[in-house]
């Protein structure tokens, strides 16, 4: 290699993705041969100029399940010719088979301003949707949204209706730069950078916000969690660039502990949590939800309620930051961070009160009727209880839980893919299509719909697979070094 110049490797690399790729496995044609003489054919090599750069829109990222990257921007999907990826170091697009693609993030693509929706309805699959509640019957509930127009959902398929809920009142998402974050003053160096939308921290150190966190609220975050050392999130501190008062979290492999943290008294534990079979390797989504009044923290790990926890003093954040801290020997990655106020309800939670065969209604002053919710219409629910017929107007009432009788719900299947909306919500579906003029996409839940192409942040492929994708000897692109240098 040493009479090749030092951008050897590069332009190989440019060339290789200049050529027709065969739609099979991700990296199949991508290859450096060190082997090869100094100067390839010209017919083969496509050195990319700045105006072709300039015309390519690199604010996608396409993640494949053995952990490799690849920034672009979509352009379309098909079941049968697969994923069509043009990449700013490509003249020509790549064409991708779906099978070995785990993620797309869809940074290119952005929610309208205002279109946002306090109403949602969440499903017995785990999905939910945000949109406007225009009726329900004894059959089906239709929803108008900005994304998908007029949705038909049968009634079985129902877990809960919110009519009117503030939850979605996001207060930040992030990170996009190191902007506005606040590092330490104690720890070796740079403990956190920022590299492709996360917080990387390895070594001793912290990194705080100060997001005036209302008194409940939700934060959540994607994580990546290695080695043997601790990591801290600490919630409502009275300061972002070290540890104060707070409530702190303490997280590793196995256990989660939640701490009362006081700088004079250091930590008090108010208990632990096994967290061995919740923490994935590769990712997990981390959501911590806090009731200030009641002095209560609930952990929800992939969205399943891990613990809870109860202060019996006096609620000690006076703050409204938020804290990361990691120590020596530990890599952590913290991604797709989401703050919102919380209106009170845990999704994975049993529905409190009423049996089962009926529905429960809780109005906007916290007192509960169940029976049968006949219909919603024209801005009023008609509910058949065992002592009266009521008719309530939307704008009371701040969930329905469904009867759990009379439930059905969606059956998986392998090739489904799961895309997140920007301001909360998720749907299942089988992917049918997708080019700059909408999403197709099917499901039992809603039959066959048109979705608008900046309708979702996020898309997920090969569930299954992911699922199944936690062994410890998995790899990721991202070493212990945190400036993303390779080791090799």
């Known amino acids: 290699m040493k009479g090749n110049p030092p951008n050897f490797r590069a332009l190989a690399i440019a060339a290789s993705l200049a050529l027709p790729i065969a739609t099979t496995s991700a990296w199949a044609g991508i290859m450096v041969d060190s082997s090869a003489p100094d100067q390839a054919p010209e017919k083969n090599i496509h050195l990319v100029t700045a105006a072709d750069k300039a015309k390519t829109n690199a604010g996608d990222v396409l993640s494949f399940l053995n952990k490799d990257q690849l920034h672009g921007s979509l352009l379309d999907i098909d079941p049968n010719s697969g994923l069509h990826w043009q990449s700013p170091e490509a003249h020509d697009p790549i064409f991708f088979s779906t099978g070995q693609i785990a993620q797309i993030k869809l940074d290119s693509h952005k929610t309208p301003a205002g279109l946002g929706s306090a109403q949602r309805v969440s499903l017995t699959n785990g999905d939910e949707f945000p949109g406007h ?60 950078t920022f590299r492709d939308g996360a917080l990387i921290g390895s070594g001793y ?17 994607d994580l990546v969690l290695r080695g043997n050392g601790q990591f801290q999130v600490g919630i409502y501190s009275d300061r972002a660039n070290e ?32 967290v061995q079979t919740a923490l994935r390797r590769d990712q997990s989504h981390i959501q911590l939800l806090t009731n200030k009044d009641k002095k209560s923290i609930w952990l929800v790990v992939d969205e399943k309620l891990v613990k809870e926890w109860d202060d019996p003093a006096e609620f000690i954040g006076d703050g409204g930051s938020i804290l990361f801290s990691c120590q020596p020997g530990i890599y952590v990655k913290i991604s797709n961070i989401k703050v919102s106020r919380w209106d009170g309800r845990i999704d994975n939670a049993p529905a409190p009160g009423g049996p089962l065969d009926q529905d429960s209604v809780q109005l906007a002053n916290k007192d509960r009727v169940s029976g049968n919710l006949e219909s919603i219409q024209d ?49 299942t579906m089988q992917l049918t299509h997708w080019d700059a003029k909408g999403c197709i996409g099917s499901s039992p839940n809603f039959g066959q719909a048109t979705f608008s192409p900046d309708a ?33």
């Open 133 to 192: 509640i225009v009726s329900l019957d004894d059959k089906t509930l239709v929803l108008d949204t900005w994304y998908a127009g007029r949705l038909s959902i049968p009634r079985p398929m129902l877990r809960t209706i919110i009519p009117q809920s503030d939850a979605d009142a996001v207060i930040y998402e992030g990170p996009a730069s190191l902007d506005g974050w606040a590092i330490g003053r104690v720890g070796v160096g740079r403990s956190w």
């Open 205 to 221: 150190g912290t990194i705080g916000r100060d997001l005036k966190l209302p008194d409940m609220s939700s934060i959540e975050f």
């Open 243 to 274: 540890l104060g008062n707070c409530y702190m979290l303490d997280m590793n492999s196995g256990f989660a502990v939640m701490n009362r943290f006081s700088r004079n008294i250091g930590s008090n534990p108010l208990g632990n949590a096994q």
């Open 379 to 427: 801005g009023n629910a008609k509910l058949s209880s065992a002592y009266a017929e009521l008719t309530i107007p939307v704008g009371r009432i701040n969930e329905v839980d469904m009867a759990v009788a009379h439930s059905d719900q969606a059956k998986p299947a392998p090739s489904d893919v799961r895309a997140y909306f920007p301001g909360g919500g998720i749907v």
């Open 456 to 488: 979702f942040e996020r898309i997920l492929f090969n569930l299954p697979a992911q699922q199944q994708n936690q062994s410890p000897d998995d790899s990721d692109t991202d070493s212990l070094d945190p400036s993303g240098a390779s080791s090799n």
